[in-house]
């Protein structure tokens, strides 16, 4: 891995864990949202017992530390900065560092419907092709006495860089919710 590559990736997580102020053992969120010029931003640290690699399957490859900076501006522009720190190997010797870029849009297109286009780049600073991802996903949502259901189609692809032999993946899926008032 690059010199330059890595002191970017220990600064980006590094930046999160001194702004939260908080060991990251804790777990740690802000209680609101703050709001500076038009953008809302959320900040949350946390342990998670078994990071889930995809790669054709899920594997668990072990305990981590992730970080999350969340900006979103009141137009509905968001920007997404997700980083991973594996606390140990995997049992087939991956340490599953990761710091993810996400920028995108969601767009109220009227009467509860909804889109959001987004692109991510998927940093890997261990070794294995990075990867960018787009995004799109249509939303419905409905609201009445018993609560708000929501309906989504979602396409997303996957396409590795440099593709190394790893085949793009191009996924369509739908989901409903439904969330009890």
Same mark, same amino acid.
């Given at each position: 891995?690059?010199?330059?590559?890595?002191?970017?990736?220990?600064?980006?997580?590094?930046?999160?864990?001194?702004?939260?102020?908080?060991?990251?053992?804790?777990?740690?969120?802000?209680?609101?949202?703050?709001?500076?010029?038009?953008?809302?931003?959320?900040? +949350?640290?946390?342990?998670?017992?078994?990071?889930?690699?995809?790669?054709?399957?899920?594997?668990?490859?072990?305990? %981590?530390?992730? /970080?999350?900076?969340?900006?979103?501006?009141?137009?509905?522009?968001?920007?997404?900065?997700?980083?991973?720190?594996?606390?140990?190997?995997?049992?087939?010797?991956?340490? &599953?560092?990761?710091?993810?870029? &996400?920028?995108?849009?969601? &767009?109220?297109?009227?009467?509860?419907?909804?889109?959001? &286009?987004?692109?991510?780049?998927?940093?890997?600073?261990?070794?294995?092709?990075?990867?960018?991802?787009?995004?799109?996903?249509?939303?419905? %949502?409905?609201?009445?006495?018993?609560?708000?259901? +929501?309906?989504? =189609?979602?396409?997303?692809?996957?396409?590795?860089?440099? %593709?190394?032999? =790893?085949? +793009?993946?191009?996924?369509? +899926? /739908?989901?409903?919710?439904?969330?009890?008032?």
């Amino acid at each position: 891995m690059k010199e330059g590559n890595r002191q970017l990736a220990v600064a980006a997580i590094a930046s999160l864990l001194a702004v939260s102020g908080t060991r990251a053992d804790e777990g740690f969120e802000l209680p609101e949202p703050q709001k500076q010029s038009g953008w809302n931003k959320e900040i +949350s640290i946390g342990y998670k017992s078994n990071y889930a690699v995809s790669d054709a399957k899920v594997e668990l490859a072990g305990p %981590s530390i992730q /970080a999350d900076l969340y900006m979103r501006h009141e137009n509905g522009v968001f920007v997404d900065l997700w980083a991973n720190k594996a606390i140990e190997k995997s049992k087939d010797g991956f340490k &599953t560092n990761e710091i993810d870029l &996400t920028i995108g849009k969601d &767009t109220e297109i009227g009467n509860g419907l909804n889109l959001t &286009t987004q692109v991510g780049y998927f940093y890997f600073p261990d070794g294995g092709p990075d990867f960018l991802s787009p995004k799109v996903v249509l939303s419905k %949502s409905f609201e009445n006495r018993a609560g708000n259901t +929501s309906v989504d =189609i979602e396409a997303k692809g996957l396409v590795p860089i440099p %593709s190394d032999g =790893i085949r +793009s993946q191009i996924t369509l +899926s /739908a989901g409903a919710a439904h969330e009890v008032q």
